[in-house]
Structure formats: C-alpha cells, structure tokens
C-alpha cells in the first residue's frame, strides 16, 4: 500500500517562509519523479514544483518561480518543498504527489499516488 503523508503546513505572514515535507512509502521511491500541487477554494489544482527521480531536474511554473524550491532525500523516501517570500495567494491546501515515471513532464496526468494535503495559509 502506498502512503505518502505530508507535514508542516501552517499559518505564515506574507514574507515569511515555511517547509512542507511528504514521507512516501510502499514504492520504491528512487525511482519516480516527486511533485507538488496545490489547490484554493474554488480553484483549479495547480502544480507548482517537480523533481526528476535521481533529483537532477526540476520544474516550477511562473507562479512560483525564484520563490520555491524542491528536493528530495532518496535515503529518507522523503521530498521537501520550500517556500520563501510567501504571498497570501500562495494560500491553499498543498498536495504531494509520485509519478509514474522518473524525468521531468510538467504534466499532473503522470501522477498515481496523492498524499492526504496540508493547508498552508498566508496572511497579509
């Protein structure tokens, strides 16, 4: 059975940063490309970072660009998402994801396993 748990959302003053990790288990995680997505209230899931499985490359869309940065320990089965200079429409419940395959596709259709979301929240 595969369970991927996410940690360290929270509540954060626009400026500030915070670190969202998410320990995978039942699959060999080496092997797949990690990412995280996130959703707001009435809004369309985002994706906003991917990491390769052998962590080489990344991808961040425009949003999140310069301000968020993925990585992943493949010793720990765990991948990070950092996030600096945090905006209020950075607000939303933040997903990780495993993939299927291990390079970089930008595309959240090659994402099998879903962890449970952590709510970040962002005020102004």
């Known amino acids: 059975q595969v369970q991927l748990v996410e940690s360290g959302g929270g509540l954060v003053q626009a400026g500030g940063s915070l670190r969202l990790s998410c320990a995978v288990s039942?699959?060999?995680?080496?092997?797949?490309?990690m990412g995280w997505f996130r959703q707001a209230p009435g809004k369309e899931r985002e994706f906003v970072a991917e990491?390769?499985?052998?962590?080489?490359?990344?991808y961040y869309p425009d949003s999140v660009k310069g301000r968020f940065g993925i990585s992943r320990d493949n010793a720990k089965n765990t991948v990070y998402l950092q996030m600096n200079s945090l905006k209020p429409e950075d607000t939303a419940v933040y997903y990780c994801?495993?993939?299927?395959?291990?390079?970089?596709?930008?595309?959240?259709?090659?994402?099998?396993?879903w962890g449970q979301g952590t709510q970040v929240t962002v005020s102004s």
């Open positions: 994801a495993s993939g299927t395959v291990a390079f970089i596709t930008a595309q959240a259709i090659r994402y099998k396993y």
């Open positions: 039942g699959r060999t995680f080496s092997t797949y490309t």
């Open positions: 990491i390769s499985a052998n962590g080489g490359n990344t």
